[in-house]
């Protein structure tokens, strides 16, 4: 069979003689390889189809490789193939051997839904509190149990777990995964995790059934090896205990999904655990330019845990990495922008040859803005708009009804969020009798005796706690700017309490939203301030502008020409001609969370790794010294991650004197810096206030701090700009500054951010 393989991916193809780790860097044709070496099981050994599994992560990965391998084969013999991922080929395993873990082979299988469904039931039914006790927080602490082969009665005996669950306020979690895992074995039902865990137990209490789908497999493939988690490792290891025929194939570079329970060290101990095992690298990377390969290579080589490897390009050379420092989180978006337009001309592309990839999913914010005002399209990518996000279309709804308590909708939408004791039988009563009398929703809520609700005194009074709160809002809405009373609205309305409880993955992506929500809300404030628009701060004008701009459509074609926006989680597998790595800050990426752990540091610089080796042709790297973050203006040091870059093979394109070259002054020794510096990027700067009379009629040509016409000044919100106009006296002065990127400013001086830098 003539297949056009490079050598290192023949020589791991055609190997078959005993264990086998193939480490596949970035863009070197793991799919070919895995797919050709199936085939030549099958037309070469003479393997039987069926006498062959391989196991993938996604059913996307499963039916590419099998339709790959139909087209060397033939549909007749792939068809045959155990091929998919380890749930869905664990899950057929037990339809045939249920009866011997004591479930049918009828059983249904959970879905995360039913899951959170079952442990709410529970919860209710032991009379825990579930706002301490959170479904999906309790969902997640069991599943990583069941994912270390954890089960109830060791969980109950488990010293250092259950002290660990004392200090998250959740003693009784033994209890509830007891509970739960009777509760679904009663049902006929498994979970996810038991699908893997039942397996193993399957194979482990019956060793003739373990032999005979051991001796069944004669040869088995496993995908993304450095993603699995220790369940799915230990039944790999159980399947091919005796003929040790066992292909795995993945990267330890981007092993990245240790929050799920991902061990790396599946990958970096398969060799001691398959003493006899034979180790391929497939280092030739056909995605990348050179320069985007060696810069990821000097990157890597910072991590202590790995496997050594040298991964090369014979593409072009290509241009280095481009550093482009920025004043703040909104020049960022701006910056990011203008790049897109300019090398989609440039280069005569589409949209889609372009990725903006970001730590974390609130981040999308200010760049779904930006390309809203811009019209450029774009998708988010494996999730939902910033302002589509459940958590703050919940928090708008609440900022909508204080604007405009009749508003139907947004009052169907919290009447009961968080959760107060007022159900749907009661909203229905709401509505059928406000269209009896012909008043609003709120006329209703607001004096339900008066138009004859009919509901008991319980209700009423409930209506009367969710009415005062509201127009405890409505009331402060004259005097208190939209940034004072959102923060009031997400504390008093308990969302921040319902939200913030829980630590489990999910429940930080929707915390970290609403701290986005509130730092939107504060730079919407200040700016306004700042440009001499005071008087339009209140929450009705944050409404206006974010109304205004998810009225726009994102691209009406369906083409799918847009940029694609996404976390570097999402991007794994995926390549683009063009990658933006945005936020590039210490805290921020690498996330604040692991800075003291070196194993999850680690796995941050991983990240970044997959996140450089995305780019085919252009990587693009930003940080922004002053970023609205937690509602309030925080100065960033540049990530550590862009130190650790060989300079070779990047270069910095900005204006900040004070991050010009990264890679050559410490990012973590501040006092490195110039004092100058540091004073003008740690404190606001404030023009003092003027008293000297100037004639109105005069032209004005400077101000007493030495600010004129031509003076150029750093801004730390919208950069470096040039002073175009004085105008105004006192307090009233204002400077017209065209600003390198974010265009024209007026800005109002007694609250202006800035230092005179020529």
Not at 63 to 74: D, F, L, N, S, W
Not at 640 to 653: A, N
């Amino acid at each position: 069979m003539d297949f056009e393989l490079n050598e290192g991916q023949r020589a791991a193809v055609e190997y078959c003689d005993g264990p086998q780790l193939v480490i596949a860097g970035a863009g070197s044709g793991k799919t070919r390889v895995l797919t050709y070496k199936i085939a030549y099981l099958i037309d070469e050994k003479q393997y039987e189809p069926w006498s062959i599994l391989a196991l993938t992560f996604t059913n996307k990965a499963a039916t590419e490789m099998r339709t790959r391998i139909a087209k060397v084969v033939g549909q007749d013999r792939t068809r045959y193939l155990y091929m998919g991922t380890f749930h869905s080929i664990f899950s057929r395993i037990l339809r045939v051997e249920a009866e011997k873990i004591g479930y049918t082979s009828k059983f249904t299988i959970y879905d995360e839904a039913d899951s959170r469904s079952l442990l709410k039931s529970i919860i209710k039914e032991m009379g825990l509190d579930d706002k301490v006790y959170k479904p999906a927080g309790v969902h997640a602490k069991i599943s990583m149990a069941k994912n270390h082969l954890i089960f109830p009665e060791m969980y109950a005996n488990d010293h250092e777990a259950l002290q660990r669950d004392a200090r998250s306020r959740q003693p009784e979690i033994h209890k509830i995964y007891q509970v739960y895992q009777q509760r679904c074995q009663k049902a006929n039902a498994m979970d996810f995790d038991d699908l893997l865990v039942l397996t193993w137990r399957l194979f482990k209490e019956n060793d003739d059934i373990r032999k005979k789908y051991a001796e069944r497999f004669r040869y088995i493939l496993v995908d993304e090896y450095q993603d699995t988690n220790y369940v799915q490792q230990c039944i790999v290891l159980q399947l091919t205990m005796e003929q040790r025929h066992v292909c795995v194939v993945g990267d330890d570079a981007q092993s990245i999904y240790g929050f799920r329970g991902a061990n790396i060290d599946n990958i970096l101990e398969f060799q001691k655990i398959y003493p006899e095992s034979r180790l391929f690298k497939l280092e030739q990377n056909y995605r990348s330019t050179q320069r985007i390969v060696q810069a990821a290579n000097s990157l890597i080589r910072h991590n202590a845990r790995q496997i050594p490897k040298d991964v090369f390009s014979h593409n072009d050379e290509g241009d280095k990495l481009i550093y482009k420092p920025v004043y703040s989180d909104k020049e960022e978006a701006v910056v990011v922008c203008r790049q897109i337009k300019h090398l989609r001309q440039k280069e005569n592309g589409g949209y889609s040859d372009f990725a903006i990839l970001y730590r974390t999913n609130s981040q999308s914010r200010s760049f779904e803005e930006e390309m809203l005002r811009q019209n450029i399209p774009y998708r988010i990518f494996g999730g939902m708009s910033f302002y589509q996000r459940k958590e703050i279309k919940d928090i708008l709804a609440y900022f909508r009804m204080v604007a405009n308590p009749d508003d139907e909708e947004a009052v169907k939408r919290i009447i009961n969020y968080p959760a107060r004791g007022i159900g749907n039988t009661t909203v229905a009563k709401i509505a059928a009798c406000a269209q009896l009398q012909g008043v609003s929703f709120w006329s209703v809520i607001n004096s339900p005796v008066k138009y004859g609700l009919d509901v008991n005194n319980g209700v009423i009074g409930k209506l009367r706690s969710f009415a005062e709160l509201i127009s405890s809002f409505i009331g402060r809405m004259p005097t208190t700017d939209a940034y004072e009373l959102g923060k009031a609205i997400i504390k008093e309305s308990k969302i921040s309490a319902d939200i913030f409880g829980s630590t489990d993955p999910e429940a930080l992506s929707r915390q970290e939203n609403i701290e986005e929500l509130l730092s939107s809300l504060q730079a919407f404030v200040e700016e306004r301030r700042e440009t001499g628009r005071d008087e339009f701060t209140g929450l009705p004008d944050f409404l206006q502008e974010v109304s205004l701009l998810t009225d726009v459509e994102s691209g009406d074609s369906n083409d799918g020409n847009k940029v694609s926006l996404m976390t570097i989680h999402a991007a794994k597998g995926l390549e683009f001609p063009t990658v933006f790595i945005v936020g590039m800050e210490e805290n921020i990426f690498p996330n604040a969370m692991c800075l003291d752990n070196p194993r999850e540091l680690e796995e941050e610089r991983r990240l970044f790794y997959v996140a450089i080796t995305r780019a085919e042709r252009h990587c693009i790297l930003t940080s922004a010294k002053n970023r609205w973050r937690f509602g309030k203006l925080e100065f960033g040091n540049p990530s550590r991650f862009l130190y650790e870059i060989d300079p070779r093979f990047m270069q910095t394109d900005g204006d900040s004197p004070a991050t010009e070259r990264p890679f050559v002054r410490s990012a973590f020794k501040q006092e490195e810096q110039s004092p100058a510096i540091q004073t003008a990027h740690l404190r606001p700067i404030k023009v003092r206030q003027i008293s000297s009379p100037v004639s109105p009629a005069a032209p004005v040509t400077s101000a007493p701090d030495g600010l004129r016409v031509g003076s150029v000044i750093e801004h730390q919100r919208f950069g470096i700009g040039t002073v175009a106009n004085l105008e105004g006296t006192g307090e009233n002065m204002k400077a017209t500054v065209s600003f390198k990127n974010t265009g024209q400013k007026i800005l109002l001086l007694k609250f202006a951010r800035y230092t005179i830098i020529g």
